[in-house]
């Protein structure tokens, strides 16, 4: 069984710019959430995507998107990176409804300059 | 309100003790929970869930719940320097989503 798996490990972005994170779910899950995780802060829900639609969002301005595909993998879309934006980005899979915690994926690691 | 409150610590306990970490959360209808232990530039990796009301003890680890004060807590007994990271209490809400405290920084000193 796979894990999560997420790409790239570390990026670097100039502000302004645009950035796709990727997501590979665990074997047998249905659903992704992405979460942005800042310095010394907790993670922070972006969203979640269940069915190729988004099934939720948190306080993230309309500039974070996301798709779904048909094998449950994910994709995560940052348009006009601001500063603010340096951060890890954490996705997890799990089944839809299920109760269990999530397992994430090793996280992208954002720094905007 | 956040919907997520714990300690913000960082808490200091020597190797051997008992270290004790608290979160509180907001919505009543949250019925599942989550701590998660995370290393310096790592993932968080879930370490212990509890669903019902009371203890559930896995090793050295106890999580006690209490839906009435809407009150999760984390005991280490025996802790170890290993056992120095931030510890981040999680909660899956009403509506199915998980959401997380700040995090405590533990440090245990040998």
């Known amino acids: 069984e796979t894990g999560v798996t997420q790409s790239p490990t570390h990026l670097i972005k100039t502000r302004g710019q645009q950035v796709t994170l990727r997501c590979s779910s665990q074997?047998?899950?249905?659903?992704v959430s992405w979460y942005q995780q800042a310095l010394g802060q907790g993670p922070q829900f972006i969203f979640q995507y269940y069915r190729e639609e988004e099934n939720g969002r948190g306080n993230f301005p309309p500039r974070f998107s996301g798709l779904q595909f048909p094998n449950y993998s994910s994709e995560l879309n940052v348009n006009a990176l601001e500063l603010d934006d340096s951060a890890l980005y954490l996705c997890?899979?799990?089944?839809?409804?299920?109760?269990?915690?999530?397992?994430f994926g090793s996280g992208t690691r954002l720094t905007v300059v | 309100q956040k919907e997520v409150e714990q300690n913000s610590g960082p808490l200091s306990v020597p190797e051997g003790a008992i270290a004790s970490l608290n979160c509180t959360y907001s919505?009543?209808?949250?019925?599942?929970f989550f701590w998660y232990r995370q290393y310096s530039g790592k993932s968080p990796e879930l370490i212990m869930s509890i669903y019902s009301n009371g203890d559930k003890e896995d090793g050295r680890f106890t999580a006690q719940l209490n839906k009435a004060s809407q009150y999760v807590s984390l005991l280490i007994r025996d802790s170890q320097p290993s056992d120095s990271a931030t510890y981040l209490c999680?909660?899956?809400?009403?509506?199915?989503?998980?959401?997380f405290g700040p995090g405590t920084s533990l440090s245990v000193i040998p």
């Open positions: 074997s047998g899950h249905n659903t």
């Open positions: 997890a899979s799990s089944l839809y409804y299920q109760r269990n915690g999530y397992t």
């Open positions: 999680a909660v899956k809400t009403s509506y199915d989503k998980v959401i």
């Open positions: 919505d009543r209808g949250s019925q599942s």
